[in-house]
C-alpha cells in the first residue's frame, strides 16, 4: 500500500513556498452563528489561479525529469487542474497540450490559454472528465510527454497537501484546536493530501470528505473494497465530477478520511448563492461541497472549531441563472406542471385568481392551442413564496385538472420539457 507520509507533504510545502499563495484561514462570523460552533474556510479560491490545483501541479512538474520535460508535458482536466499545469508551464518554460472535457465551463478554458499563453494547446475531447483523460494519456504515450495526473500522483497529492500545512500554521497562530477539516472530493487528490498530513500533525482531528450526490465515486470505492467506474454521473459539479477515483487517492483516503458525505446539486447551489450574498465568496460549484455539508453536520459540529476548503471560485458567470434555478427548486420554493386548461377565454384569469396565492407567480407559461379540443396542456412554472404553501397549491390544482403531472415527479418530462 502507497501512503502518502506528513514528511512527504512537508517536503512539498518547503519546495512551493515561493510559488503559491499561502491563502487565509478566514473566521466566518455567518456561517458559526449560524451553527453554533467555530467556523474558518480555507481560501484556496484566492490561490493564483483561483484553486488549490496550482499546488500539485506545479509540485509534480517541478518532481518531473528536465530531460521529459524537454519534450513537454501533458494533462486532463475539468478546469482547475489544467489551469495549474498552465501557469508553472508558462513559468518554466514547458510546453503543454491540456485535454478538457466538452462539458467544462467556457470561463475554465479561457483561463487556461490565458496562464498557458504560447506554452500550452487545448483540445476539447470527450463528454466527462475520464473521456478526456483516457485521450490524454494515450496521446502522451504515442508523443512521449509526462503526463501529469490530475489526482492519482503521490508527488499531486503532497503538493495538494500543503493546504493543510498552512491551515495548522495559521490555527497555531489563532491558538486553535482543529475539530474537524471538511474537503470537496473529486478524484481524491486534495483529500488524500489534506488527510495524511492533518493525521500526521493532529490524529484528533476528524476528516470529512465531501462529494456531489450525483458523482459519489469514492463512497463507491469504500463500498466495493477498491476503486469502481460508476455507470453515470451527474456533471453540474464539475470540479468534483469523476467516475473512478484513483488507486492511490483511494488508498489513502481509506486510511486517513473519517466521514464520507454526499450533497444534493441543489444544496451546493444554494451554498453557493449563500457565500456570495451574506460573504461576497465567488466559490464554483465543487468550492461550494465543503461549505454545502455543515447543514448534514449541524448536530455533531455544535461548539466544535471547523475549517471548510473553499477549493476552488472558477465560477462561470453564465450558469448563475441555472444556479438560481437549482437552488430554488431544491429549497421547494420553484415547481413545475403540466396542466390542462379549457380552451375558452378566461380560462388563465380564473387559474390566477382561483388557484394561486397571493404571492404566488408565474415564472413560465406555454401554451399552444389545440383544434377541436375542449382542453389543451400547458407547461407552467410556479414560484411560491414560501415553501409550506405547496400542499394547499397542490390540492387546489388537482380540482382545476385531476389529470395534471408534477414535473419534479417525472425527471426525463422535465429534462424534455424544462
Same mark, same amino acid.
Given at each position: 500500500?502507497?501512503?502518502?507520509?506528513?514528511?512527504?507533504?512537508?517536503?512539498?510545502?518547503?519546495?512551493?513556498?515561493?510559488?503559491?499563495?499561502?491563502?487565509?484561514?478566514?473566521?466566518?462570523?455567518?456561517?458559526?452563528?449560524?451553527?453554533?460552533?467555530?467556523?474558518?474556510?480555507?481560501?484556496?479560491?484566492?490561490?493564483?489561479?483561483?484553486?488549490?490545483?496550482?499546488?500539485?501541479?506545479?509540485?509534480?512538474?517541478?518532481?518531473?525529469?528536465?530531460?521529459?520535460?524537454?519534450?513537454?508535458?501533458?494533462?486532463?482536466?475539468?478546469?482547475?487542474?489544467?489551469?495549474?499545469?498552465?501557469?508553472?508551464?508558462?513559468?518554466?518554460?514547458?510546453?503543454?497540450?491540456?485535454?478538457?472535457?466538452?462539458?467544462?465551463?467556457?470561463?475554465?478554458?479561457?483561463?487556461?490559454?490565458?496562464?498557458?499563453?504560447?506554452?500550452?494547446?487545448?483540445?476539447?475531447?470527450?463528454?466527462?472528465?475520464?473521456?478526456?483523460?483516457?485521450?490524454?494519456?494515450?496521446?502522451?504515450?504515442?508523443?512521449?510527454?509526462?503526463?501529469?495526473?490530475?489526482?492519482?500522483?503521490?508527488?499531486?497529492?503532497?503538493?495538494?497537501?500543503?493546504?493543510?500545512?498552512?491551515?495548522?500554521?495559521?490555527?497555531?497562530?489563532?491558538?486553535?484546536?482543529?475539530?474537524?477539516?471538511?474537503?470537496?472530493?473529486?478524484?481524491?487528490?486534495?483529500?488524500?493530501?489534506?488527510?495524511?498530513?492533518?493525521?500526521?500533525?493532529?490524529?484528533?482531528?476528524?476528516?470529512?470528505?465531501?462529494?456531489?450526490?450525483?458523482?459519489?465515486?469514492?463512497?463507491?470505492?469504500?463500498?466495493?473494497?477498491?476503486?469502481?467506474?460508476?455507470?453515470?454521473?451527474?456533471?453540474?459539479?464539475?470540479?468534483?465530477?469523476?467516475?473512478?477515483?484513483?488507486?492511490?487517492?483511494?488508498?489513502?483516503?481509506?486510511?486517513?478520511?473519517?466521514?464520507?458525505?454526499?450533497?444534493?446539486?441543489?444544496?451546493?447551489?444554494?451554498?453557493?448563492?449563500?457565500?456570495?450574498?451574506?460573504?461576497?465568496?465567488?466559490?464554483?460549484?465543487?468550492?461550494?461541497?465543503?461549505?454545502?455539508?455543515?447543514?448534514?453536520?449541524?448536530?455533531?459540529?455544535?461548539?466544535?472549531?471547523? %475549517?471548510?476548503? @473553499?477549493? /476552488?471560485? &472558477?465560477? #462561470? $458567470?453564465? *450558469?448563475? +441563472?441555472?444556479?438560481?434555478?437549482?437552488?430554488?427548486?431544491?429549497?421547494?420554493?420553484?415547481?413545475?406542471?403540466?396542466?390542462?386548461?379549457?380552451?375558452?377565454?378566461?380560462?388563465?384569469?380564473?387559474? %390566477?385568481?382561483? @388557484?394561486? /396565492?397571493? &404571492?404566488? #407567480? $408565474?415564472? *413560465?407559461? +406555454?401554451?399552444?392551442?389545440?383544434?377541436?379540443?375542449?382542453?389543451?396542456?400547458?407547461?407552467?412554472?410556479?414560484?411560491?413564496?414560501?415553501?409550506?404553501?405547496?400542499?394547499?397549491?397542490?390540492?387546489?390544482?388537482?380540482?382545476?385538472?385531476?389529470?395534471?403531472? #408534477?414535473?419534479?415527479?417525472?425527471?426525463?418530462?422535465?429534462?424534455?420539457?424544462?
Amino acid at each position: 500500500m502507497s501512503l502518502l507520509t506528513k514528511k512527504e507533504v512537508e517536503k512539498a510545502y518547503e519546495s512551493l513556498k515561493k510559488a503559491v499563495t499561502h491563502t487565509p484561514l478566514q473566521y466566518d462570523l455567518y456561517l458559526s452563528q449560524k451553527y453554533h460552533c467555530n467556523v474558518y474556510l480555507k481560501r484556496e479560491d484566492l490561490q493564483k489561479v483561483r484553486s488549490f490545483k496550482l499546488r500539485g501541479a506545479y509540485y509534480a512538474i517541478k518532481q518531473t525529469d528536465p530531460e521529459l520535460l524537454k519534450n513537454g508535458v501533458v494533462c486532463a482536466s475539468a478546469g482547475n487542474h489544467a489551469q495549474g499545469v498552465a501557469y508553472t508551464c508558462q513559468e518554466m518554460k514547458v510546453p503543454a497540450t491540456i485535454f478538457m472535457p466538452t462539458t467544462t465551463p467556457q470561463q475554465k478554458i479561457s483561463q487556461v490559454k490565458f496562464f498557458g499563453g504560447s506554452e500550452v494547446t487545448v483540445q476539447i475531447i470527450g463528454d466527462t472528465f475520464d473521456a478526456s483523460a483516457k485521450a490524454a494519456k494515450e496521446f502522451a504515450e504515442i508523443n512521449q510527454k509526462a503526463f501529469i495526473d490530475p489526482f492519482n500522483d503521490m508527488n499531486i497529492m503532497a503538493g495538494q497537501g500543503t493546504v493543510a500545512v498552512e491551515v495548522f500554521e495559521d490555527a497555531k497562530l489563532l491558538e486553535r484546536q482543529i475539530d474537524y477539516i471538511v474537503s470537496a472530493i473529486g478524484g481524491g487528490g486534495l483529500i488524500g493530501g489534506v488527510a495524511a498530513y492533518t493525521k500526521g500533525i493532529s490524529p484528533m482531528t476528524a476528516i470529512v470528505g465531501v462529494e456531489p450526490f450525483g458523482a459519489q465515486s469514492m463512497r463507491a470505492a469504500f463500498d466495493a473494497g477498491k476503486p469502481v467506474m460508476l455507470d453515470e454521473i451527474e456533471k453540474f459539479v464539475d470540479g468534483a465530477a469523476v467516475k473512478e477515483v484513483g488507486h492511490l487517492t483511494y488508498q489513502n483516503a481509506v486510511e486517513n478520511v473519517d466521514q464520507l458525505l454526499a450533497v444534493d446539486e441543489g444544496q451546493v447551489c444554494s451554498t453557493i448563492l449563500e457565500l456570495y450574498t451574506k460573504q461576497a465568496i465567488v466559490a464554483e460549484p465543487a468550492g461550494a461541497l465543503s461549505v454545502a455539508a455543515l447543514e448534514q453536520m449541524k448536530d455533531e459540529i455544535k461548539g466544535k472549531t471547523v %475549517v471548510c476548503i @473553499i477549493s /476552488g471560485g &472558477n465560477n #462561470d $458567470i453564465n *450558469r448563475m +441563472e441555472e444556479i438560481e434555478e437549482r437552488s430554488l427548486i431544491f429549497e421547494g420554493l420553484k415547481h413545475y406542471f403540466v396542466i390542462n386548461f379549457p380552451q375558452r377565454p378566461g380560462a388563465l384569469r380564473e387559474f %390566477v385568481t382561483d @388557484i394561486l /396565492g397571493p &404571492n404566488d #407567480d $408565474i415564472t *413560465r407559461f +406555454e401554451y399552444t392551442k389545440k383544434v377541436n379540443r375542449g382542453t389543451g396542456p400547458v407547461i407552467l412554472g410556479i414560484l411560491l413564496k414560501e415553501k409550506e404553501e405547496l400542499p394547499n397549491l397542490l390540492k387546489k390544482i388537482a380540482d382545476f385538472d385531476p389529470s395534471y403531472i #408534477d414535473l419534479s415527479d417525472n425527471p426525463s418530462l422535465y429534462a424534455l420539457l424544462v
